[in-house]
Every structure is written in structure tokens, then in C-alpha cells.
């Protein structure tokens, strides 16, 4: 054998034995991967689609009934918003109608509501709210209030929390960034409260915002020496919803500020002292310095909390169950209301694709606002 044919096997044999070497490497890579793969399967991507085929049936948890397709009839009944106006009773003389209150007198919305020839497309439709203009009264109906007040309620939460939730951290980050004699106890209590569970701090607050007794109430009543009135903070729909905003402000603020310190604790100091020699102020230092080196640390911020608020489920579930009057309704809360609780398949998929699409909107949104700029 030449020496060309000796190298030739040599390498042949070299590239076989790669081969083989890097075959078993993906297997094992596949197999240790595999358990992950599947749990993924079953509980993520499975479900996924399943919601996507149940929004366009009729299946219920426990039914005689076969499952029909009925295609984009639960996304009719769910969002369908139309608008109506009256004009007011009068009476032989043209004048507008008043009612025992005093107020002007409207034709009964029922009556347009509910099999009416001349309005077929209101039938079974709710009054959401009303609007007045001038003497005439604007309606706003829709198939399905309460999710439309779950859904509002969803967007007002996340409009708060977002900044709210986001800026406290930001302004407690800045306030630790120090290196003072025992800054690692604050920075403590501050993270504490992340560290328990919803429920338990939802469980907590509840009797915090208790109408009789609550925490809130008897210390209000001592710092205004008895003059203030007890108000029933849960139990009010003007003070529900906010209630659940300061709780959840005060919940998550911790983990938040753990990220802005590190973000702050990642710009140079040699770019502050260079901002100090050039006579920089703290405001002006803070602008030109500290917030465009935070600016990874901002997108990540503001897309956890986002993703957060939007899932707002637990604190309704402990604290109010969606009342009083449906003021702190939330769109995960009726998912899981009519999915389970009412046996509503169908209804709680088409909720949960509503939800995705939603949530997916505000990330295409999230991601133009934050995108680099040249």
C-alpha cells in the first residue's frame, strides 16, 4: 500500500469515526432534551392549537350534545358592539318627558332590544353605558358586557401598573444604588414581598382593605384623629379596581427594582465622572447618562411587567371574584370562570385567542416603540 492510499484510509477512517461521534452527541443531546420536549408538548403546545379549534365549536366540558363547528360564532357573541340612539318621550306639546326623578324620560330599551323587526341585529344585546348629546341619548350595546368590562378593566390595570409598577422601581433602584452602611436591609425589605405568594399576599390585603375592622380604615381613622369614615375598599366598584392596582403595585415593585439595580450597577463610573468634570447636574446626568445606559434594562422591564399585568387572575380569584357590580372583571378571570366554573369550553377558548391576539398586538406595539434607532 502507497503511502497516498495509507493517508487516504487514515482520514476515511478519521472522518467515519467524526461522524459516528457527532451522531451520538445529537442523541444524547435529543434524549436529555426529550422530557422538556414533552412536557412542552402536552401543556404548551397542545393546549395552544386545542384553543385555536375549541373557539370555533360549541363543546362544553359535560354534554349529551355532539361538538358542532360553528365557526365564528362564540367571536360574534363575545365582541359584537353596536350603538343605538333615542330621542326622549314628548308630550302633544313637543316637550321632552320627565320621569318621577326629574330627568328626561327615554323610550324603554327593551323594546328595541329584544325581538324588534325594524332592529334585528340588536336582539339580546345589553346596554354597556350611555352617552348623552344634547336631548338624545346614545346606547352602546354589546352581546357580552361582562367581558367587555373585563376587558377594560384588563387595559386600565395594565396602563397603571406599567408606569406605575415600573417607575417606583426605577425611583427605589436609584434610591439603594448606594454604598451606605446597611443599604443590604432595605434593599431586603423591599424585595420581601416578591418572595411570597400571590395568594397569601392577596389573603393579607383582603383583610387590610377590610370595610369594618381592615388595617387601612383604623389607621386613616388615627392619623385624621377619628374623622375619617370607614370605606369598604373591596366592596365599593369606585374603589375595587384600584385597590387591586395599589396591592399589586406593592407585590411585584421588589423584582423590578432588582433589575434596574443591575442595570445601574452595569453603566461605567467613568461615565459619571466624566459627566461631573464637565459640570453636569444630577438631573442632566440621570438624562444623558444613566437612562440610555438602562435602556436594555427598560425593554426587559417593561415587557415583563406588561405580560404581568395582563395575566391579572389571582387577585381577582382571592380578593373580589370579579365584583362588586363586575368592576374588577379581568379577561384570565373569565377564561377561567366559563371554562371551568360554567363548564364553557368554547366560550373560555374563544376568550383565550382573544387574549393571545391582544397581548400579541401590544408586543408588536412594545417592539416598534423600543426598537433601535439609527
Keep these: 500500500m502507497s503511502t497516498r492510499q495509507a493517508t487516504s484510509a487514515i482520514a476515511t477512517h478519521t472522518r467515519h469515526h467524526s461522524a459516528t461521534f457527532e451522531r451520538q452527541e445529537a442523541l444524547a443531546g435529543w434524549l436529555m432534551a426529550a422530557p422538556a420536549i414533552v412536557l412542552i408538548l402536552l401543556f404548551l403546545l397542545i393546549p395552544f392549537v386545542l384553543a385555536f379549534l375549541l373557539a370555533f365549536t360549541n363543546q362544553r366540558l359535560i354534554s349529551p350534545n355532539p361538538t358542532e363547528w360553528v365557526g365564528a360564532r362564540n367571536f360574534e357573541s363575545l365582541l359584537t358592539v353596536r350603538t343605538l340612539t333615542l330621542e326622549p318621550l314628548r308630550d302633544d306639546a313637543g316637550q321632552a318627558t320627565l320621569d318621577e326623578d326629574g330627568n328626561v324620560a327615554y323610550p324603554r330599551l327593551r323594546e328595541y332590544t329584544r325581538n324588534n323587526p325594524d332592529y334585528p341585529e340588536l336582539d339580546g344585546m345589553q346596554e354597556w353605558f350611555s352617552v ?57 425589605i423591599y424585595f420581601m414581598p416578591v418572595v411570597v405568594s400571590m395568594v397569601v399576599v392577596a389573603l393579607l390585603w383582603r383583610f387590610i382593605y377590610d370595610g369594618r375592622n381592615g388595617l387601612l380604615n383604623t389607621l386613616l381613622g388615627f392619623v385624621t384623629l377619628g374623622s375619617f369614615q370607614p370605606v369598604d375598599w373591596l366592596g365599593d366598584p369606585a374603589t375595587a379596581m384600584p385597590s387591586l392596582m395599589a396591592m399589586s403595585i406593592w407585590q411585584g415593585v421588589g423584582f423590578h427594582m432588582v433589575i434596574w439595580l443591575a442595570g445601574l450597577q452595569n453603566i461605567p463610573a467613568s ?46 380569584h382571592v380578593m373580589t371574584r370579579g365584583g362588586p357590580l363586575d368592576a374588577t372583571q379581568s379577561v384570565m378571570y373569565q377564561a377561567v370562570q366559563r371554562g371551568y366554573d360554567k363548564q364553557d369550553i368554547s366560550g373560555g377558548s374563544t376568550i383565550s385567542v382573544v387574549f393571545f391576539m391582544l397581548v400579541l398586538l401590544v408586543s408588536m406595539v412594545q417592539r416598534y416603540l423600543t426598537r433601535e434607532r439609527d
Excluded: C
Excluded at 155 to 168: C, K, M, S, T, Y
Excluded at 295 to 302: E, G, H, I, Q, S
Design 271 to 316: 461615565l459619571y465622572e466624566a459627566a461631573s468634570v464637565e459640570g453636569a447636574s444630577r438631573w442632566q446626568q440621570f438624562r444623558f447618562v444613566t437612562w440610555p445606559g438602562l435602556r436594555n434594562t427598560m425593554v426587559f422591564v417593561l415587557v415583563v411587567i406588561t405580560m404581568q399585568a395582563f395575566s391579572l387572575f389571582t387577585q381577582v
Design 132 to 188: 348623552y348629546s344634547g336631548e338624545s341619548r346614545t346606547f352602546v350595546l354589546a352581546s357580552d358586557v361582562v367581558f367587555m368590562k373585563a376587558l377594560v378593566n384588563t387595559i386600565l390595570f395594565v396602563i397603571v401598573i406599567v408606569p406605575g409598577q415600573g417607575g417606583l422601581a426605577l425611583i427605589l433602584a436609584l434610591l439603594i444604588n448606594q454604598k451606605l452602611r446597611g443599604i443590604n436591609v432595605f434593599r431586603t
